[in-house]
């Protein structure tokens, strides 16, 4: 696993880095600044700069650093399983070559501007605020070089707003942030998101519920809710019922959408549907002969009675919860 880190001036890299090598056994890894590196990321934090060039053959010290990309992501691809961490990600050259990799996760750290001016006065010289802000812009902003398209572009994102190391590293302890499903999904979290793909086609003006139904790790079809064929689309007034604007569970005997599940059983048809079917949902409404399992993401107004009817029926049912990516706030507790 190699874990990058990027972000604004005293966001908390560092300290994440820290953690990462004193709590999970993770390594330091550096990639050499060059004259090509912007000025700003050079003197961003004043962090000493390694001079030593291991491009060639195994480290002899800990913090090792390569004069390029490539042999950056050559030295982790033949030790992928062992940990490491960089913060040497400044352009978007050096993410493509990293993100090309399934071992490599990109994790911004940011803060707001206040705090992190407080840190830098707690370091540095201390500028004046507009000072900081100044540079703090052009360090994100700038569009040659700034780091906000690498920002945009990371995986995690976590916002330090933490006031001391102890709390920062109790809040990380929390987070799970080298779960490795980050990585490479489960099944299950891999055939949820292709139903929330799904789902993502439908119109229905209710709720967007898409479906996937699986046997022995294969897709067999797919499926999202809307109304039946050669009507009009839900959005364009097709079903009175989703577009009358009343609550839910009001006037469910004259919606006209089919259900994401409903598409995705008539697609496979009978005849692909065997007893060790599974049904991956974001909601989950009706049962059908042929599927032993329904996996689904989010709660229905109906749980219980559903619950009941699968249990009858002989289907399992249980709820996932995949590794959450996106937003994070650093605060204790979190």
């Known amino acids: 696993m190699l874990l990058g880190l990027c972000g604004g001036i005293c966001a908390g890299k560092q300290s994440v880095a820290d953690y990462l090598i004193a709590k999970h056994g993770f ?19 004043q962090a000493r700069i390694p001079h030593h060039d291991h491009t060639n053959g195994d480290p002899d010290v800990e913090d090792v650093t390569f004069s390029s990309a490539d042999a950056f992501v050559d030295f982790v691809t033949t030790r992928w399983s062992q940990r490491w961490v960089t913060t040497d990600i400044w352009d978007e050259s050096v993410l493509d070559c990293l993100q090309r990799r399934p071992f490599f996760i990109l994790v911004s750290v940011d803060a707001p501007v206040s705090l992190r001016w407080k840190r830098f006065k ?3 010289t201390p500028p004046s605020l507009e000072e900081f802000v100044v540079r703090n812009d052009d360090h994100l902003y700038n569009q040659a070089y700034g780091l906000a398209r ?18 920062l590293q109790d809040a990380l302890s929390k987070l799970d942030l080298t779960n490795e499903q ?27 519920v898409g479906c996937v139904l699986v046997r022995e790790k294969r897709v067999i079809s797919t499926g999202y809710n809307g109304t039946p064929r050669n009507l009009k689309n839900c959005n364009e007034g097709g079903c009175p019922r989703c577009n009358d604007g009343h609550g839910a569970g009001v006037g469910l005997s004259t919606c006209l959408c089919i259900h994401a599940e409903e598409n995705a059983l008539l697609e496979a048809g009978r005849e692909r549907i065997r007893e060790s079917s599974i049904l991956y949902c974001d909601t989950i409404k009706i049962t059908q002969v042929g599927i032993s399992e329904v996996v689904y993401s989010q709660g229905y107004s109906m749980d219980t009675e559903i619950a009941a009817v699968f249990q009858e029926g002989g289907v399992k049912l249980r709820q996932f919860s995949p590794t959450r990516n996106g937003l994070f706030y650093l605060q204790y507790p979190l």
């Open 122 to 124: 707690q370091s540095q």
């Open 150 to 167: 690498l920002i945009d572009r990371a995986q995690v994102r976590l916002v330090n707003s933490t006031s001391s190391l102890s709390q």
């Open 182 to 208: 980050r990585l490479r999904p489960s099944w299950d979290q891999y055939f949820m998101q292709l139903a929330s793909l799904a789902a993502q086609r439908s119109n229905c003006m209710k709720r967007r």
């Open 27 to 45: 390594q330091k890894l550096h990639l050499a600044r060059t004259v090509s590196t912007p000025l700003v990321e050079k003197s961003a934090t």
